[in-house]
Structures are given as C-alpha cells and as structure tokens.
C-alpha cells in the first residue's frame, strides 16, 4: 500500500469516468460526452483499451482515434484501461480468483494475477501506443478495478501518475501521497436482476456520498441504454451538480 488514507480533499468534486472506450464502442462513449455535457459535465476520464477482447489494435480505426484526439483536446482525460481486457493469455484460473473472474466480471479481469513482466510489457506497449496518437496516459484504471499487489509500485516506477480501485484513488508520484477513500457508483447491467440492485445500491451509496467532497461515477458503454440507468444517472448527475459538485477528471484530483 502506498501512502496514507485521508478523507477526500476540498472542493467538492464530481468524477465521471467513462469506461472500455475502444472502436466498437465509440458511437456510445460519444453519446455518453454529449449527454453530460447537455446536463453540464464537459470533461471526464475517458478509459481507452489498446486491443478489445483480442480484436485488433484502435490504431486500425482512424476515425476513434481522430474522436479520442478530439475528447482530448475538450478537455477530458484519456486513460490507460487494460491492454486487451480480457484473459486469454491469463494464468489458469483458481479456486481463489474464479469469483472475481467468473462471477464478479465475465473473464475481463486481466491485470489480477498477470505476472508483473507481462504486465510491464503490456504497459509499455499501451503506453507508447498511446503516445503515437499524442494522448497522455497519466493514469491506468486495470479491466474492473482489479489488480495483482505489485501492479501499483510497477506503475509507479513506470510513471505513472495513479491508479484507482473501486474504494480509491492512488496516487503514485513522490509527494503525492494522499490516498483518497470513495466509492465509485457503478452499474452491473449483464441481466434485468442485476440492474435493479444496481440501482437500489447505487441510491443507498449516494445518500452518503453526497455528504462527501467526491462523487465518482463509473460508467459503462451500454448503461444508458437501460431506461432504469439512464433516470438514476441522470438524477445522480443533476443532484450532484446542484449541490455544488464540480466536474473534474482523475487527473485533475491527483494532481492537485
Ligand atoms: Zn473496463
């Protein structure tokens, strides 16, 4: 564990976090932007996977890349996710991972138990994939949050600037040593049960985060497609607003 655990800084802070952005999700992470950006959030961390499930690399797609450089350039954070999201090149599953692999996520967890030179390598190339496009890769959010214990010094001697859990915000620089504990609102959409509880949770959990300095609100590409999701989002959105909640990126929490 690196740092020291504090309560979230002031002001008041509204972190939207965009994620799995890759080509075949590039028309929905778009309509996400502009539906915040109706409801006045005009920036967020947009979380971008270098190869999708194993289907090419983004750099194939030149009009998500042009999109990405654009989100960029508005202002929004891009963000290292994962290289493939998925575990096909993984260590066999065990007893002791399959909840996280199988139940909690559906085989997308691919920074839990990778060995730490397959990660580097994979940082790496993600990194400089990132590079040739002029995207700033500051942070890296691992596929579901998930990640083997040495992964945060890994990314920390790498460069990289922070890392968060579903509970928290790491950052990784020298003097940057403020560990921030939030939860992150996030919706399981795989199936109409867990949709509602979802949302029943995410009600309960923002009752308190409201209390708070920080909002973090994860979304996925088909959340609003799921009328449930897209009221409570949108409640959640224009409540946090109002309450005085500025929008802001990862990147702009850690850095200051
Ligand atoms: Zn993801």
């Known amino acids: 564990m690196i740092g020291n655990v504090t309560a979230a800084p002031n002001p008041k802070s509204l972190i939207v976090s965009l994620h799995d952005a890759h080509p075949g999700s590039r028309a929905r992470i778009a309509e996400q932007i502009a539906f915040l950006a109706e409801r006045g959030v005009t920036r967020s961390s947009i979380l971008v996977v270098p190869e999708f499930h194993h289907g090419g690399s983004l750099l194939q797609d030149k009009a998500f890349c042009e999109a990405v450089s654009g989100w960029q350039e508005q202002g929004h954070e891009i963000v290292l996710h994962g290289y493939y999201h998925d575990r096909r090149e993984s260590p066999p599953e065990r007893l002791s991972t399959v909840f996280w692999t199988r139940l909690y996520t559906n085989r997308e967890a691919e920074f839990l138990d990778l060995p730490l030179e397959t990660a ?36 920390a001697e790498m460069g990289f600037t922070y890392t968060t859990r579903l509970g928290e915000i790491i950052p990784l620089l020298p003097g940057l ?80």
């Open 120 to 155: 580097r390598l994979r940082l790496e190339r993600g990194r400089a994939l990132f590079a040739s496009q002029g995207w700033r890769a500051r942070g890296f959010v691992a596929p579901a949050w998930l990640m083997a214990g040495g992964l945060p010094n890994l990314l």
């Open 177 to 256: 040593n403020r560990v921030t504990t939030s939860q992150s609102l996030c919706y399981s959409s795989r199936a109409a049960w867990r949709r509602f509880a979802s949302c029943v949770w995410n009600k309960y959990l923002y009752g308190r985060l409201r209390e708070t300095d920080l909002v973090r609100l994860s979304l996925h590409p088909c959340d609003l497609e799921f009328p449930l999701l897209r009221r409570q989002i949108d409640q959640i959105v224009r409540a946090s607003l109002k309450r005085g909640f500025q929008p802001t990126t990862y990147d702009g929490h850690v850095a200051r």
